[in-house]
């Protein structure tokens, strides 16, 4: 949603409001505005992260309780009880958050249902602060916020802002990295995106914005207790990111307003309400997964040309990176690699040098993914080591072996379909990003110059592999082909010392095999050190500069294709006469 | 139930006209009066409904009876509800909406505590008269909240009557008391224990009980062990006090058990596992909705009874909702009639010289000073199993 | 004292292991974990209640009625809720359609049922209240009962092998010729029948209550996140610590804090051992 123009009318139309209706819809937009505040928020965990919160509601609860504590028990200032709030929810959403590195979905979804839980039962139970059943007044502002209209107005300033800070959010690295934890987890590990890291970030933010929305939630309420913190308002924000769209800001937008008018509009099904809520849901996860915002995706009706033809134009790569000569290597030594009693990798000794084309062949289970995967730090092995030069590359952590130049492509693409082609190859730099998460949400200089330089890369990369006209296109739209070379336009944006290729040509046409052959030569003259590991022979022999073959874990020979081809074992247990 | 919106019949509505036009001097102005517009907002479905149902039937006939008359000054009574849900956000958005853009000139409810807590400061900032149905203590403050006037006792009332028939009637030393763990039981359980042990009772167990917890067997032993000689409870749940007498009689614990309203809800005779377990509970009621020992009702609630008898039912509900919801709408056309206007500052001035005002439900005296309006006496403790046409036998030791 | 804490603990974590037993079977069938599982049991006691006390069934006919028709529910989730999500089982949609359909059960069931506990008929009459009335050992029956069952059909029957094998590795048993959609089908109609039989055994206890759906959502899961996915003897055995952990708790701190304190024991149980404390850890992702 890159243009500015429905937000903009949304707006427009939200401040001219009290022209011309009365103090209800005052109520009922400042509601909306602030139930946004938190929605946003929770947008970028659930919608763009795609973590599923359900139990959000428990930092409402925080952040209103805390700035009604502050204000009637310590008279403090509202607008700091606020932001009390605010860094409350945003602690309280760290610890809310947190259990997702370690749990599996439903099992997330379960505990923050018990956070929830637990946060309204503290609030009962604690008298002598909370107020317990009978609850406390909330924090009352001041002239000109005291009125109807000039809360309202308050309300949409801060929803305004945090409509601002959350799209540029989406439109960061930060935003593109959320949604590859999403959608392609083991990808975004390999393009050095820390899962933990980004998490607590995220979850920070979004804590604090629900914490704020809690102390606007108080005032608007005049009243708290704790049974306004319903289970059904929490599922009310979750649908309305699911109604608005996954990965979308305008689509929740549009979708919190929905909610919060329905029930006003459509009075005669107040008791039916939570019961339409349901099966609003259910309609939209088996009929429009997509939401509102991919109703509202024009760009991407638009029929693709159905003769397209990939041309890599590999004279490019220089342009993109030139590594220049000696390098150091990466040393397989003695690598044991055993699942229970099966030994995938039984003793292997190989090198991968910088500025060759290295392949490995071999048998179906004879090892070759299994010895990607050790590289890239997927697997971890039991004797041998891994080296890169003379640092042991280290145990268990994939998402660091790009810092050190280490990129690869994967056996089964792992893209993310909803994202455009550009973003998804974009994702490839974005350790090389320099900007911290507010100055992207506040579009500072230098995330504005990541932003430029990482989109150049990216370009740059897509016509490297000849995909540059079908950037702005969806992912999912590609055909299986295609989105082999965005694997690789994804991995030569890092600009990669080594690059490891698993059976990059599985599905390839004839033609588009050869012409990956002359890329992936290219990108080895560029400097890069690539690791082939491939099925289709003639491939390996035309490009490689050194093979090696595996049996069942252990080298069965090695050597330039000629003595490969020659070789008599080798020939039997896999090639063939 | 589908009460948002609702109004008049158009057949009352054509007597009525009929009726203005046969007067002369209404024919005259040509115009229809304005209506006297009431909010009524209360939870008509989910949880806790039922109150609200009972107050509605009163509300409706109430306004039935006067428009049927003439309204007041040839001004008919509109009422307009919303439906709450006993949620305190839909109530926030009702309260406005019948506030600025239906333009009420009083409102009534809503009735479930954590609503009106939030709805309170609304209705005094645009100083809308309100008569409030709810016990919560803190609820009325003539300073902060002027327009505000309790129609309904305090929960202060309702732990009174149940500590005075407990001290002075059962004449007992010892107490247990329980409640559940919702909002109201614990509020309910902290006030009721502080007020026993300041009147000198001993408090010997009290305890905060998870309603869906489904075998209370540990803290009635606890209460038995303890020497309590009366169970006090504050719990709202049919299902926690169906436990609680269940429990009574497989202790073989022969101890009465005291509290709130809720213990004569019609459910608890399907959950008892014997109708005797229901014996010996007796519950917060009125004297107007007791039969006293001769076995009827005072004079005033037997007339309504008999006039009401087949129009709406009563044996499903409790006789003091629906003379509550009378009441309410009575108070408010009697202040628009002597006062000859709608405005508010008329008709709180109104209610505020009001001395033991003659409710069907109880008496009402207001003052500048004091909002909270309810004849204490007018409170007492009724037989819970004992329900006819939705009144009670008092409990026995009252005279 | 203590008798009537293990009493009512047992009971009511029989029920919450039943629950966690349904979790398991759905879940084998089609890797989806389904937010209908609490949902099954409370309308057990609902239909119980609904056909016994209020239509005047027999018992018998009536929890035969009851079962059946929380199989038909578990039917309808598969083809409504996880069915159509099975494609995308990476986008975990199946928690956003069964927890939309869970709902929609709950709403219905308050609106038309009633948002108070209603009666639950006594369904033998043995036992006066105490320790050992049937409402504390009419779960536990259930459970064993269950458990039994399920190991017969597992390793005696055809049909059971057959729901082991869908279980263990799907494509294969698809290469076999397994009916694969059949047998999820049945397996679903099976998991709804014993949620079901949950909420119809502990009906005496819990009643037939609306808000019991989600009660048991929560604690019947977490016997499955303590005794790992998919294996139900873990399930039974949390489940009973569960039931007797909640009636002490309850009795030791009170109503509130005793909520509290299995949401926290919970919580922290799952972050020390996310695969439960008998569970196994899960396979290979790249």
């Not at chain 1, 207790?225 to 929490?234: H, K, M, N, R, W």
Request: include cysteine; glycine fraction near 10%.
């Amino acid at each position: 949603m890159r243009s500015l123009l429905p937000y903009a009318l949304i707006f427009v139309a939200a401040l001219l409001l009290p022209l011309f209706a009365n103090d209800y819809w005052a109520v009922i937009g400042a509601r909306a505005a602030v139930y946004w505040v938190l929605v946003a928020g929770l947008n970028l965990v659930v919608g763009y992260g795609g973590q599923l919160a359900i139990g959000w509601v428990a930092l409402l609860t925080l952040g209103s309780y805390t700035a009604s504590i502050l204000v009637a028990r310590f008279n403090l200032d509202p607008f700091v009880a606020y932001a009390a709030g605010g860094v409350v929810g945003a602690l309280a959403g760290v610890v809310v958050g947190l259990p997702a590195l370690r749990l599996r979905t439903f099992y997330f979804a379960m505990t923050t249902l018990g956070f929830a839980t637990i946060v309204t039962q503290v609030a009962l139970a604690w008298q002598s602060v909370t107020g317990g059943g009978i609850g406390l007044p909330g924090p009352l502002l001041a002239a000109p916020f005291d009125s109807a209209w000039g809360f309202y107005l308050l309300c949409l300033g801060f929803a305004a802002i945090v409509t601002w800070m959350t799209a540029n959010v989406a439109a960061s690295r930060y935003g593109r990295s959320l949604v590859a934890i999403r959608d392609a987890e083991v990808a975004a590990e390999a393009t050095g995106i820390s899962k933990a890291r980004l998490l607590v970030i995220v979850f920070l933010f979004s804590g604090f914005t629900a914490g704020v929305a809690g102390g606007l939630f108080a005032t608007l309420q005049s009243y708290i207790t704790p049974e306004a913190f319903s289970f059904d308002l929490s599922v009310t924000f979750f649908i309305a990111i699911l109604v608005g769209g996954r990965g979308s800001i305008l689509g929740p937008l549009i979708g919190n307003i929905v909610l919060t008018l329905l029930p006003e509009v459509a009075a005669p099904l107040v008791a039916w309400s939570t019961f339409l809520y349901a099966v609003l849901l259910l309609a939209i996860v088996l009929l429009m997964p997509g939401g509102i915002a991919a109703v509202l995706d024009f760009s991407n009706r638009k029929p693709l040309a159905s003769d397209r033809s990939i041309v890599p134009a590999p004279e490019r790569v220089r342009a993109l990176f030139d590594h220049g000569p000696v390098r150091d290597n990466i040393v397989l030594s003695k690598v044991v690699l055993a699942f229970g009693g099966v030994r995938a990798i039984d003793g292997l000794d190989m090198t991968i040098r910088a500025g060759e084309v290295h392949g490995l062949i071999g048998p179906n289970g004879s090892g070759k993914t299994t010895t990607l995967n050790v590289i890239s730090g997927y697997y971890t092995p039991q004797e041998g080591e891994a080296f890169l030069g003379t640092r042991v590359l280290p145990h268990g952590v994939p998402q660091a072996r790009s810092a050190l130049g280490i990129a690869r492509t994967f056996q089964t693409p792992r893209v993310i379909g909803e994202a455009s082609v550009l973003q998804n190859v974009m994702i490839g730099a974005t350790i090389d990003g320099r900007a911290s998460f507010m100055e992207a949400a506040l579009t500072l200089p230098r995330h504005r110059s990541d932003e430029r330089r990482l989109t150049a890369r990216a370009m740059a990369a897509l016509e490297v592999v000849g995909l540059a006209p079908l950037a702005a296109v969806r992912a999912d739209r590609l055909q299986h082909s295609e989105l082999r070379f965005v694997e690789i336009a994804r991995a030569l944006t890092g600009r990669p010392a080594f690059l490891l290729l698993d059976e990059p040509a599985a599905g390839l046409s004839t033609e588009e095999i050869q012409r990956l052959g002359i890329l992936i030569k290219a990108v080895a003259e560029a400097g890069t050190g690539v690791l082939l590991v491939e099925h289709h022979a003639d491939l390996i022999f035309d490009i490689c500069d050194h093979v090696t073959v595996l049996n069942l874990g252990r080298e069965l020979a090695a050597g330039t294709p000629a003595d490969i081809r020659a070789h008599k074992e080798v020939v039997s247990a896999y090639l063939g006469a | 139930m589908s009460p948002k919106g609702s109004t008049l019949t158009r057949r009352t509505l054509v007597r009525a006209s009929a009726a203005a036009l046969a007067l002369p001097a209404i024919a005259r102005h040509g115009l229809a009066a304005e209506p006297i517009r009431i909010g009524w907002l209360a939870t008509f479905t989910g949880p806790l409904s039922s109150p609200t149902i009972g107050f509605d039937r009163g509300v409706k006939w109430a306004v039935e009876q006067i428009n049927d008359k003439g309204g007041v000054d040839g001004r008919l009574l509109e009422v307009i509800s919303r439906d709450t849900q006993g949620d305190p956000t839909k109530a926030v958005n009702a309260t406005q909406d019948v506030i600025s853009r239906q333009k009420v000139h009083a409102i009534f409810g809503p009735v479930n505590s954590g609503e009106l807590l939030a709805t309170t400061p609304i209705m005094a900032r645009a100083k809308v008269p309100s008569l409030v149905a709810g016990v919560v203590n803190s609820l009325i403050d003539p300073v902060k909240f002027p327009n505000a006037f309790r129609v309904t006792p305090s929960n202060h009332q309702w732990d009174g009557a149940v500590l005075n028939y407990c001290q002075n009637i059962l004449k007992v030393k010892k107490v247990a008391i329980t409640a559940d763990a919702t909002g109201y039981g614990t509020s309910a359980h902290d006030d009721s224990v502080a007020n026993f042990k300041a009147a000198g009772l001993e408090v010997v167990y009290d305890a905060v009980i998870d309603p869906a917890q489904p075998d209370i067997t540990p803290d009635m032993l606890r209460s038995k062990n303890a020497g309590a000689e009366v169970m006090v409870s504050w719990t709202v749940s049919s299902g926690m006090a169906a436990r609680m007498m269940n429990a009574r009689a497989a202790l073989n614990w022969d101890v009465p058990i005291v509290g709130h309203p809720a213990l004569g809800t019609g459910e608890i005779g399907k959950l008892v596992n014997k109708p005797e377990y229901w014996d010996k509970v007796y519950q917060v009621g009125y004297r107007s909705c007791s039969y006293g020992p001769d076995g009827k009702l005072p004079k005033a609630s037997q007339e309504f009874v008999d006039s009401v008898r087949g129009k709406f039912p009563l044996q499903d509900t409790s006789l003091w909702w629906i003379a509550s919801g009378v009441d309410a709408m009575r108070l408010i056309a009697e202040a628009v009639a002597k006062t000859g206007s709608s405005d508010s500052d008329k008709i709180i001035g109104y209610w505020n010289t009001l001395q033991m005002w003659p409710g069907l439900y109880g008496h009402y005296s207001f003052s500048p000073t004091e909002h909270n309006g309810f004849l204490g006496s007018d409170v007492v403790m009724s037989k819970a199993n004992t329900a006819r046409e939705g009144a009670f036998d008092l409990a026995p030791g009252y005279v | 004292m203590l008798a009537a804490i293990l009493a009512a603990g047992l009971a009511v974590g029989a029920t919450y292991a039943l629950i966690g037993i349904t979790y398991n079977i759905m879940f084998s069938a089609s890797r989806v974990m389904s937010f209908t599982a609490g949902q099954l049991g409370m309308l057990g006691g609902v239909l119980g209640s609904l056909f016994i006390s209020r239509l005047g069934v027999p018992i018998l006919p009536g929890m035969v009625l009851a079962l059946a028709g929380c199989a038909l529910i578990g039917l309808v989730t598969e083809i409504v809720a996880v069915r159509p999500v099975l494609k995308a089982l990476d986008q975990h949609l199946y928690v956003l359609s069964t927890l939309g359909f869970a709902l929609m059960i709950q709403t219905f069931t308050a609106i038309e049922w009633s948002t108070e506990p209603q009666p639950f008929p006594r369904l033998i009459g043995i036992g006066e209240g105490g320790p050992w009335d049937e409402k504390f050992w009419l779960p536990v029956v259930a459970c064993i009962a269950t458990i039994i069952g399920l190991e017969l059909l597992y390793r005696r029957t055809l049909v059971g092998r057959a729901f082991l094998a869908i279980a263990e590795d799907n494509f294969a048993a698809r290469a076999l010729g397994l009916p694969e959609r059949n047998l999820r089908m049945a397996s679903f109609a099976l998991a709804g029948a014993v949620g079901g039989l949950a909420g119809f055994a502990g009906g005496e206890l819990l009643l037939a209550f609306f808000a019991n759906g989600a009660t048991l959502n929560f604690l019947g899961f977490v016997p499955v996140a303590l005794g790992g996915l998919g294996n139900n003897r873990g399930a039974v055995i949390g489940g009973l610590a569960l039931g007797v952990f909640q009636q002490a708790a309850n009795f030791l701190m009170g109503g509130v804090f005793a909520g509290v304190a299995v949401f926290a024991v919970f919580i922290i149980v799952l972050l020390v051992a996310p695969q439960g404390l008998f569970g196994s850890p899960p396979a290979r992702r790249v």
